[in-house]
C-alpha cells in the first residue's frame, strides 16, 4: 500500500508541502524531548500554560519545552504565540530567572495580540533542576502519577508521587483570573502528570495499516500486533490509560485476546467487524464464562458511525472513537 504524500504537489500544483512538524506527529507529553536535551547536556526551559481568561485552544496545565538552541517542542496556543514564547523563554534562559507572563488581553506586550481577545499566563522555568527532570522522566517511563507544584512568587518546585485513586483529588475548574487576580491570587500552581494514552492494536489488513500509520500523528503510545502473533499478547499492558482495539476480518483467534482485556482496566476495548459477527463474537466470549457486563464493555462494530465506507475512514472512526471515549473516561488534571 502506497501512503507517500511526497507526490501531493503533483496531484495539484497548488498544494504546499506539509509542514514536517505535523508529518512527524504532534507531542503533547514533552517530558521525553525534555530529559533527552537535559542528558545532551542542552539548556532547557519549560513553558507552562497557568491561567487564561476568557477562551484558549489549549487546556490549562499544557506545556512546551525551548532549548538553548531555540528549538521547541509542544504548543501552548493554536501557533499565534509560539515565536515570541521561544524569544521569552531564551531570555529567561540568558537571565537564569523564571517568569510568569501574560500575552494577549491587559498584557504588557501591547504588539502581540492574540486573535480570541483572550488573556494567557505562562510560567517560564529555565533550566529545571537534573532531579525534577529525572522524577518527570522516571514516572512517564513507568507509567505512574506525578503531581507537580509551582511556587509562582518564589520559584520553588514540588514533586509527589500518586496513587490512582488520588487521581480524582484534581479540582478541574478553571479560575478565568483576570491580570490582577492573577497578580495578587495565583501563588501556586499544581499539575498532574499521567501517563500517555497507549493502544494495543492486534490484526493486519488495510484498516490495520491505515489505524497504524494514522495514530502516529496522534501523541500515542503503539504497540502493534499482527494476527500471526496474536499469542503473545500480554494484558499486563492494558492500564486506565490503555486502549486494545482487534483490526481483522478474521476472528477466530480474537476470544483468547478479549476475554482477557475485559479483565484489565482498559479504557477502551473495540473489535471490527458487522453487526453479525459482533454477535457471534460475545457469544463465543459468553461460552468461555466472560460476563454480559464484561462484554458490554467491548465497542463492536469499533468506531464512531461516522458513515465511511474506505479502510482510511474506517480508520479515522476507530481513532475517533477512542479519542472520545478517552476525554469521557480521563479526568481533567490541572489545578490552581
Given at each position: 500500500?502506497?501512503?507517500?504524500?511526497?507526490?501531493?504537489?503533483?496531484?495539484?500544483?497548488?498544494?504546499?508541502?506539509?509542514?514536517?512538524?505535523?508529518?512527524?506527529?504532534?507531542?503533547?507529553?514533552?517530558?521525553?524531548?525534555?530529559?533527552?536535551?537535559?542528558?545532551?547536556?542542552?539548556?532547557?526551559?519549560?513553558?507552562?500554560?497557568?491561567?487564561?481568561?476568557?477562551?484558549?485552544?489549549?487546556?490549562?496545565?499544557?506545556?512546551?519545552?525551548?532549548?538553548?538552541?531555540?528549538?521547541?517542542?509542544?504548543?501552548?496556543?493554536?501557533?499565534?504565540?509560539?515565536?515570541?514564547?521561544?524569544?521569552?523563554?531564551?531570555?529567561?534562559?540568558?537571565?537564569?530567572?523564571?517568569?510568569?507572563?501574560?500575552?494577549?488581553?491587559?498584557?504588557?506586550?501591547?504588539?502581540?495580540?492574540?486573535?480570541?481577545?483572550?488573556?494567557?499566563?505562562?510560567?517560564?522555568?529555565?533550566?529545571?533542576?537534573?532531579?525534577?527532570?529525572?522524577?518527570?522522566?522516571?514516572?512517564?517511563?513507568?507509567?505512574?502519577?506525578?503531581?507537580?507544584?509551582?511556587?509562582?512568587?518564589?520559584?520553588?518546585?514540588?514533586?509527589?508521587?500518586?496513587?490512582?485513586?488520588?487521581?480524582?483529588?484534581?479540582?478541574?475548574?478553571?479560575?478565568?483570573?483576570?491580570?490582577?487576580?492573577?497578580?495578587?491570587?495565583?501563588?501556586?500552581?499544581?499539575?498532574?502528570?499521567?501517563?500517555?494514552?497507549?493502544?494495543?492494536?492486534?490484526?493486519?489488513?488495510?484498516?490495520?495499516?491505515?489505524?497504524?500509520?494514522?495514530?502516529?500523528?496522534?501523541?500515542?503510545e503503539m504497540l502493534t500486533c499482527s494476527t500471526g502473533r496474536y499469542s503473545t499478547f500480554n494484558a499486563e499492558l492494558l492500564d486506565p490509560w490503555s486502549a486494545l482495539v482487534t483490526l481483522s476480518h478474521s476472528h477466530e483467534w480474537e476470544p483468547d485476546i478479549l476475554s482477557k482485556a475485559v479483565e484489565t482496566d482498559a479504557f477502551y476495548i473495540g473489535a471490527l467487524g458487522s453487526r453479525?459477527?459482533?454477535?457471534?463474537?460475545?457469544?463465543?466470549?459468553?461460552?468461555?464464562?466472560?460476563?454480559?457486563?464484561?462484554?458490554?464493555?467491548?465497542?463492536?462494530?469499533?468506531?464512531?458511525?461516522?458513515?465511511?465506507?474506505?479502510?482510511?475512514?474506517?480508520?479515522?472512526?476507530?481513532?475517533?472513537?477512542?479519542?472520545?471515549?478517552?476525554?469521557?473516561?480521563?479526568?481533567?488534571?490541572?489545578?490552581?
Amino acid at each position: 500500500m502506497n501512503m507517500n504524500v511526497a507526490s501531493l504537489s503533483e496531484v495539484n500544483p497548488l498544494a504546499e508541502a506539509i509542514p514536517s512538524g505535523i508529518a512527524s506527529g504532534f507531542i503533547d507529553d514533552i517530558r521525553s524531548t525534555l530529559y533527552d536535551w537535559h542528558s545532551r547536556s542542552l539548556a532547557t526551559v519549560l513553558v507552562t500554560l497557568v491561567n487564561y481568561e476568557g477562551s484558549s485552544p489549549r487546556p490549562v496545565g499544557s506545556q512546551m519545552v525551548v532549548n538553548e538552541s531555540g528549538e521547541a517542542v509542544g504548543l501552548i496556543s493554536g501557533g499565534c504565540l509560539e515565536s515570541a514564547l521561544i524569544e521569552e523563554a531564551l531570555s529567561c534562559l540568558r537571565l537564569k530567572q523564571q517568569r510568569l507572563v501574560r500575552y494577549g488581553k491587559s498584557s504588557d506586550y501591547f504588539d502581540i495580540q492574540l486573535p480570541c481577545g483572550s488573556g494567557i499566563d505562562v510560567l517560564i522555568t529555565p533550566n529545571p533542576e537534573a532531579s525534577f527532570i529525572n522524577q518527570l522522566f522516571a514516572a512517564y517511563s513507568n507509567r505512574t502519577l506525578l503531581e507537580w507544584t509551582a511556587d509562582l512568587v518564589g520559584g520553588s518546585h514540588q514533586v509527589v508521587q500518586l496513587s490512582n485513586e488520588q487521581l480524582t483529588r484534581v479540582t478541574t475548574k478553571n479560575y478565568q483570573y483576570n491580570r490582577a487576580q492573577v497578580e495578587n491570587d495565583l501563588s501556586n500552581f499544581t499539575k498532574t502528570y499521567t501517563p500517555r494514552t497507549r493502544v494495543v492494536v492486534v490484526g493486519e489488513g488495510a484498516i490495520y495499516d491505515y489505524f497504524v500509520a494514522m495514530a502516529q500523528l496522534f501523541d500515542i503510545e503503539m504497540l502493534t500486533c499482527s494476527t500471526g502473533r496474536y499469542s503473545t499478547f500480554n494484558a499486563e499492558l492494558l492500564d486506565p490509560w490503555s486502549a486494545l482495539v482487534t483490526l481483522s476480518h478474521s476472528h477466530e483467534w480474537e476470544p483468547d485476546i478479549l476475554s482477557k482485556a475485559v479483565e484489565t482496566d482498559a479504557f477502551y476495548i473495540g473489535a471490527l467487524g458487522s453487526r453479525s459477527t459482533h454477535s457471534m463474537r460475545c457469544e463465543l466470549l459468553r461460552e468461555r464464562g466472560i460476563s454480559d457486563t464484561q462484554i458490554n464493555r467491548i465497542k463492536g462494530p469499533a468506531g464512531l458511525n461516522l458513515g465511511g465506507r474506505t479502510p482510511p475512514e474506517i480508520a479515522l472512526s476507530i481513532l475517533a472513537e477512542i479519542v472520545c471515549v478517552r476525554q469521557q473516561a480521563m479526568p481533567k488534571v490541572w489545578s490552581l
